[in-house]
């Protein structure tokens, strides 16, 4: 069955420092998401994209984060400058124009000290 | 969107079956409600959806009543396995770019031996 997968699993970093998390999505996928959740907390939505570009944002997603499609396979979300607080497991999720049924990744846990 | 109130937690034994209710009083006419379980560090996974009425897949069933205030996933003979976060959703389902999902605390299920 086609499945959702991220690199790294997890991700420590220094706080100040840039990180870029990758996902690939279900290969006729056309509807990417990436979403957080800080331990113990609810999954937060931040972005979606489709069509090559961002088709809704939350407050979350600032202008420290920026998300690319950058070949038929990938989509990454980078964080410029990491602050403690992004500390979470990032999920990435797609879906297909079909079903509003969406597939999440396994995540990424990223750690700022 | 609508709000939905589940309980924050609830125990059971394996062998038994598990209603797990949430109530979604501002329900619009043309949104769907939608289940979601989540293991520890991983990403959500869908369980079943459903507009009305039952629902029933390989997993779960969805009881849905006439006036789609409340719904009730149910968990047949529930095992060890299943100890893991329910989320109750409900929206419309969309045909375009959008589609983020907005979850809430979800229900904390623990099954014990």
């Known amino acids: 069955e086609p499945e959702v997968t991220q690199t790294p699993s997890h991700q420590v970093t220094q706080m100040g420092q840039e990180v870029i998390l990758r996902c690939v999505p279900i290969?006729?996928?056309?509807?990417f998401y990436w979403y957080r959740q800080i331990l113990g907390q609810k999954v937060e939505f931040l972005v979606s994209?489709?069509?090559?570009?961002?088709?809704?944002k939350s407050e979350i997603f600032d202008d420290q984060f920026s998300v690319e499609r950058p070949d038929g396979s990938n989509f990454t979300l980078k964080i410029r400058s990491t602050k403690l607080e992004d500390s979470a497991m990032y999920f990435c999720?797609?879906?297909?124009?079909?079903?509003?049924?969406?597939?999440f990744g396994p995540g990424t846990r990223l750690t700022v000290l | 969107l609508a709000k939905t109130t589940q309980p924050i937690s609830m125990d059971s034994y394996e062998g038994q079956e598990v209603n797990i209710t949430c109530s979604h009083n501002?329900?619009?006419?043309?949104?769907?409600i939608t289940w979601y379980q989540q293991f520890p560090s991983q990403g959500p996974r869908f369980i079943i959806q459903?507009?009305?009425t039952k629902v029933t897949n390989e997993v779960a069933s969805l009881f849905i009543p006439a006036d789609r205030k409340s719904s009730t996933l149910s968990l047949p003979r529930v095992s060890l396995s299943d100890t893991a976060v329910y989320y109750c959703?409900?929206?419309?389902?969309?045909?375009?770019?959008?589609?983020?999902?907005?979850f809430g605390k979800g229900t904390k299920l623990s099954v014990k031996p």
């Open positions: 290969s006729n996928h056309l509807y």
């Open positions: 959703l409900v929206g419309a389902l969309y045909g375009g770019s959008q589609g983020n999902l907005i």
């Open positions: 999720a797609s879906r297909a124009d079909t079903t509003d049924t969406q597939y």
């Open positions: 501002n329900i619009a006419t043309n949104d769907y």
């Open positions: 459903g507009y009305k």
């Open positions: 994209f489709y069509n090559n570009e961002i088709s809704e």
